[in-house]
C-alpha cells in the first residue's frame, strides 16, 4: 500500500519509523511519502493561512498550497499501475473511523491523508478533490485535536496493521477489540500469582472450550459496562 500525507509538521510521523509499521516499510509492505505543506507556498514566509472569509476566530488553510501539494502526488499516482487514490482529510465533521473503516480502508491500493491545522483547511479544497476523484472527511472522535497529524498516525496504524504480512499471527487480528462487535476479554500472562491476585483458574485449565467460553463471558461482560451501545438493544 503507498500512503501519502500532507501535513506542516513532517516529524510527526517518525513514529511510524517504530515497531510494526517500521518494519512494515523496511519489508516494502508499507510505501510512506510525508510532504511538507511549506514546500508548496512560495512567499518569502511560506504562508498556508489566512484569515476566515467573513470575519471569526483563528487562521484557515489556504487552498493554494494545499492545491498544488496534492496535484503533484495525484500527478505522480498517475504514473503507476495503482488504483485512483482515496483523499482522506482528519476533520471532526466526518465520518466515525472503527475497526470496519479501517478493514475497508485496508483493501485500498493508495491512500492520501491531508493534515488540516487552525480552523482547517479551506472548504474549496475538499469540493476540487470530491469533484476531481474521492475524498472522505473521517472523524477518530468527538473531540477537538490540534490538527490531524495525529490522527493520520492513528488511522494509518489501524489499517497497516491489517495489511497482509504486518502482524506476524494473523489470528491475534481475529479476536481483538471491535473485531466480533465487541471488547477484548482480559489478558494474563505468567507468574499465575502475581502480588496475591492469581489468574483465573480456568485459564489454567488446559480446557479450551472452557476457556473458549469463558472469554467471550467475559468480551460481553466487559461490553456491557463499558460500552453498552455495542450490544444494541
Known amino acids: 500500500m503507498r500512503i501519502d500525507v500532507v501535513t506542516i509538521f513532517p516529524g510527526y510521523f517518525d513514529a511510524l519509523e517504530l515497531s510494526l509499521m517500521g518494519k512494515a516499510r523496511d519489508r516494502g509492505l508499507i510505501d510512506l511519502h510525508v510532504h511538507d505543506l511549506r514546500e508548496s507556498a512560495h512567499d518569502k514566509h511560506r504562508t498556508v493561512d489566512d484569515t476566515p472569509t467573513g470575519g471569526g476566530a483563528g487562521m484557515v488553510m489556504k487552498p493554494e498550497p494545499w492545491g498544488q501539494a496534492i496535484d503533484g502526488i495525484l500527478a505522480d499516482a498517475q504514473s503507476a499501475p495503482a488504483a485512483e487514490p482515496l483523499i482522506i482529510f482528519p476533520s471532526p465533521a466526518g465520518d466515525v473511523f472503527t475497526q470496519a473503516m479501517a478493514r475497508e480502508l485496508a483493501t485500498e491500493d493508495h491512500l492520501v491523508f491531508g493534515c488540516g491545522r487552525y480552523e482547517g483547511i479551506d472548504q474549496r479544497v475538499f469540493d476540487e ?18 490538527g490531524g497529524e495525529v490522527a493520520s498516525i492513528a488511522m494509518i496504524e489501524a489499517i497497516g496493521r491489517l495489511l497482509p504480512g504486518v502482524v506476524g499471527n494473523p489470528d491475534s487480528l481475529v479476536e481483538e477489540s471491535h473485531e466480533s462487535g465487541l471488547l477484548e476479554y482480559p489478558s494474563y500472562t505468567k507468574p499465575a500469582e502475581w502480588r496475591g491476585r492469581r489468574v ?4 489454567l485449565s488446559g480446557n479450551h472450550a472452557a476457556i473458549d467460553a ?11 459496562h463499558v460500552r453498552p451501545d455495542l450490544l444494541g438493544d
Open 214 to 224: 469463558w472469554r467471550h463471558e467475559q468480551s460481553v461482560e466487559r461490553t456491557r
Open 200 to 203: 483465573p483458574d480456568v485459564l
Open 129 to 146: 478533490y470530491a469533484e476531481r476523484g474521492r475524498v472522505r472527511l473521517v472523524s477518530i472522535g468527538d473531540y477537538v485535536l490540534n
